[in-house]
């Protein structure tokens, strides 16, 4: 099975394998998954997911189509793994938010529960002693940070850091966010050592794998503190969750400051990505979509 977030390996799954960006069409098509199903109020997304960018997406199939072809294919796939990283992230904070209702309601939680609160605080960065309880606290700010990231926004910032997928950096690595790293990853060409010391872009076994590096990047770093209280306050408020509306909360996310967030801002206009907030992901078996070169001996 190729690396894919960790997806579980009991559900059902097939592999197809693609030679152009002309079979990806058409498996959309079989989909039901097309800019026409779209427009027609199809919110539902499939399972399919393309695990690792193949290194001729970045050299020849991009080039082969037009930009607005390629714009809606990256999108297109990189919607279902976006919205599958949520998926998971929600099912964490769904049992999170029930055991903080036992908590509330002064219930003694297992000790499978207690290791699993720990386990899921030590993942999101929020600090609880050993001896320590999970008192009212700490598990707000545990539901604060253990929460989905607006579609729109993830696709926004991909498409801006990847080039839709086209960088060196997705292509060596599944690199989709530009994330740093300190232990190893893909050296810059122009490495700037005097303001970021011996800093790399962080490789990924999957695509996957980089958006959940991601969501927990803006679920945990102070840079992103904002992100996430507005987004707890449009919860509390019952507001739905959209990328226009935290888009300014990612100032710190480049160096380009306001340019950024107006270039986030742009992309999710002109290709009006807020349709993206409310999109759910089809009941369906996996379909990996692989390069023909690269599918597994069956």
């Not at 960790?6 to 069409?25: H, K, M, N, Y």
């Not at 390629?70 to 998926?87: G, H, I, M, Q």
């Not at 209280?229 to 990612?250: S, V």
């Not at 270039?263 to 807020?274: F, G």
Request: charged share 25%.
């Amino acid at each position: 099975m190729l690396a894919f977030a960790c997806v579980p390996a009991v559900q059902a799954e097939s592999v197809v394998e693609i030679r152009s960006a002309r079979d990806l069409e058409e498996l959309f098509v079989r989909m039901k998954y097309t800019p026409k199903d779209w427009h027609a109020g199809v919110r539902t997304v499939p399972r399919i997911y393309l695990d690792d960018i193949p290194h001729s997406w970045r050299e020849k199939s991009s080039k082969e189509i037009t930009v607005a072809e390629k714009k809606l294919l990256f999108f297109r796939l990189l919607a279902p793994v976006v919205l599958y990283v949520n998926e998971r992230i929600l099912q964490n904070r769904s049992r999170a938010q029930a055991l903080a209702r036992k908590i509330d309601q002064g219930e003694p939680l297992s000790a499978a529960e207690l290791a699993w609160l720990r386990e899921l605080a030590g993942r999101y960065q929020v600090q609880v002693p050993a001896n320590a309880s999970f008192d009212a606290a700490r598990m707000a700010e545990l539901l604060i940070r253990v929460d989905a990231i607006p579609p729109s926004l993830a696709l926004a910032q991909g498409a801006s850091e990847s080039g839709w997928g086209t960088s060196r950096f997705a292509d060596e690595g599944n690199s989709l966010f530009g994330q740093w790293s300190w232990s190893g990853g893909i050296k810059p060409a122009q490495q700037r050592t005097e303001a970021h010391g011996d800093h790399r872009v962080a490789a990924f076994e999957s695509t996957g794998l980089s958006v959940a590096s991601y969501a927990l990047n803006l679920n945990t770093s102070g840079a992103y503190r904002e992100f996430r209280a507005k987004r707890e306050d449009l919860r509390r408020r019952g507001r739905p969750l959209r990328g226009m509306d935290l888009a300014d909360t990612m100032i710190r996310y480049s160096e380009r400051g306001q340019v950024y967030v107006n270039e986030l801002k742009t992309l999710m206009r002109q290709n009006r990505l807020e349709v993206a907030d409310e999109a759910s992901l089809r009941e369906m078996e996996i379909i990996r979509v692989v390069p023909k070169s690269s599918v597994p001996n069956r």
